[in-house]
C-alpha cells in the first residue's frame, strides 16, 4: 500500500499553513509548506504531490501566475488545486472563465470550513491516485 497522500500548503500567512497542516496532518496527510509562489514552485519540483492547496494573494509570485504555471505545464497540470481565499466568490467564476487554463479542482472561502475542506481533499486525493 502507498504512504500517506503528500499535500503542498501554499499560503503567506503562517497561522493558515500551521492551521491547514495540522487539520490534514491530523486526518493522516503529509503537508509540505510554501510561503508564497515561489517557494512552491521549489517544493512542486522536489517532489511528487497528491494534491495543493493555493492561496491567491501572496507576495512575491502571487498564486495566480503559481496556479497558471501548474496548469500549463505538462509535468503538473493533473495535480489537483484547491484554492484557499479570503477573495470573494466572483473571483471563482474570473478564473473558472479564463481559456488558458482550466478551473481550480476545488474552492474553499476564508475563515475556513474545516468540514468543507477535508471532504474536498479526500474527494480529490481517491481521484488521483497516482
Known amino acids: 500500500m502507498a504512504g500517506p497522500k503528500r499535500i503542498l500548503i501554499v499560503d503567506d500567512e503562517q497561522d493558515i499553513r500551521t492551521y491547514l497542516s495540522a487539520l490534514l496532518g491530523d486526518q493522516g496527510y503529509e503537508t509540505v509548506q510554501a510561503k ?21 494573494s501572496m507576495p512575491e509570485k502571487s498564486g495566480i501566475k503559481f ?15 484547491i484554492v484557499v481565499t479570503g477573495v470573494s466568490e466572483d473571483f471563482k467564476k474570473f478564473i473558472s472563465s479564463r481559456h488558458q487554463v482550466p478551473a481550480p479542482e476545488g474552492f474553499v472561502s476564508k475563515p475556513i470550513n474545516q468540514e468543507e475542506i477535508l471532504d474536498l481533499v479526500q474527494i480529490l486525493t481517491q481521484q488521483g491516485n497516482s
Open 36 to 56: 508564497d509562489g515561489e517557494e512552491a514552485m521549489q517544493k512542486v519540483q522536489a517532489g511528487p504531490l497528491d494534491l495543493i492547496t493555493l492561496d491567491i
Open 67 to 81: 496556479f497558471r504555471e501548474m496548469k500549463t505545464d505538462d509535468r503538473w497540470k493533473n495535480i489537483p488545486i
